[in-house]
């Protein structure tokens, strides 16, 4: 039974997936053969949403891994949605219920309502869980923590864990503060810098290799592998991973330009290039103009609605980390006795996004980008020394 995939592709992405078999990055989700070897006689849960389809298939036929699992004979018994929903069409922060897959009939349970993990009762009739979900590179990209809390759910429950990998669009640098225990939260459970360099499979490895997980509980974990790729390949994600990421700029300078959520700027959503562009009410800086408006699906209700933004287009900024964008908006909001003034719109949240209270403290003493990121070069050597023997590509 096929299954109707809401999805945003790009031209250049369909390109880059039509390229001979030979010079593109194979999924971990395309190979089959693997996959069916490790549930044979298996009850089986997804965790997917709309990036879990078969790549090789992408252009002409796109078909969804739970489609191609059960065309397979594969006992799929129910699926996880985690945020934005099975299919990707729900704004960020928003609510996700359970439900049944209309195309399926399987059972949909949310990992982004009522539970964040899977109960014991959702694993009860589960021997193994896959978890085929695309992901940007950045620490507070739920996904990360959706793998984290589903990888706990499967070792308190003797569950097994496949993980289909895939690359990570931010592989090839390690940016931005480490995490504190201390502001440990949904948007940052990982103690990992913002832009960790992995991909989703090497973060599982180093999850259960360094004790991450609750009460230092090991997941009975597979990862199944890419093939083609470093850690430096340049790769253009052929779905849009959530409806405020559209484009391969606005993934580009998401970690970056995240931390203006929780502040007075806008950084766009509510138009067509949210992440891509920054700006607000007022102010008297910057050529770029635009109003946010609500859009369905993404962007509901986006900060400033229907009130014109002044500020800055960086669709052409040739850049995948920059702290000056959150230094140099910051700076507008400085009064003259030198105190930040109406920027910060939720402290608590903004802490929680850097992980720390240092990046926050750092931007109200009026530190420049280049003092601010010296504070953390040592914590960065660190773990990169760290993640090193779960590193599954070449740099």
């Not at 607000?280 to 509901?300: L, Y």
């Amino acid at each position: 039974m096929r299954t109707t995939i809401a999805i945003l592709i790009s031209l250049t992405s369909l390109l880059a997936c039509s390229q001979s078999e030979g010079s593109r990055v194979i999924l971990g989700n395309e190979k089959m053969e693997e996959i069916l070897q490790q549930v044979d006689g298996k009850r089986v849960a997804v965790v997917g949403n709309h990036t879990s389809v078969i790549q090789a298939d992408l252009v002409e036929n796109p078909t969804h891994l739970i489609d191609t699992l059960i065309s397979r004979g594969v006992n799929i018994v129910k699926a996880f949605a985690p945020e934005h929903g099975f299919r990707g069409n729900k704004a960020n922060g928003a609510q996700i219920v359970d439900g049944v897959d209309t195309a399926t009939g399987l059972h949909i349970y949310s990992l982004h309502g009522k539970h964040r993990k899977p109960s014991d009762e959702h694993l009860e009739d589960v021997d193994v869980v896959i978890f085929d979900i695309q992901d940007v590179g950045a620490r507070f990209y739920t996904y990360l923590s959706t793998l984290l809390l589903v990888m706990e759910a499967a070792a308190e429950n003797d569950v097994n864990v496949i993980v289909l990998d895939r690359p990570t669009p931010h592989a090839h640098q390690v940016q931005g503060p480490m995490l504190n225990p201390n502001f440990s939260s949904f948007v940052g459970l990982a103690p990992v810098p913002v832009v960790h360099g992995m991909t989703l499979g090497e973060i599982a490895l180093m999850a259960n290799g360094e004790g991450w997980l609750e009460g230092g509980l090991k997941a009975n974990l597979v990862v199944i592998n890419c093939e083609g790729y470093t850690h430096s390949t340049k790769y253009s994600l052929p779905i849009a991973p959530s409806p405020n990421l559209p484009s391969d700029q606005s993934i580009a300078l998401y970690p970056s330009l995240c931390f203006l959520e929780p502040t007075a700027v806008s950084i766009g959503r509510g138009t067509p290039t949210p992440f891509e562009i920054v700006g607000f009410p007022g102010n008297t800086q910057g050529e770029f103009e635009f109003t946010p408006v609500p859009t369905p699906g993404a962007s509901p209700n986006p900060k400033h609605k229907n009130q014109l933004c002044r500020g800055d287009n960086l669709s052409n900024t040739q850049t995948t980390w920059d702290l000056k964008f959150l230094v140099g908006y910051a700076n507008m909001f400085r009064n003259d006795q030198g105190n930040l003034e109406g920027f910060f719109t939720s402290t608590s949240f903004f802490d929680k996004l850097a992980g720390t209270d240092k990046l926050r403290l750092s931007l109200e003493e009026g530190l420049s980008a280049k003092e601010i990121e010296a504070g953390w070069v040592d914590d960065i050597n660190e773990f990169k020394i760290a993640r090193t023997p779960y590193l599954l590509y070449p740099l």
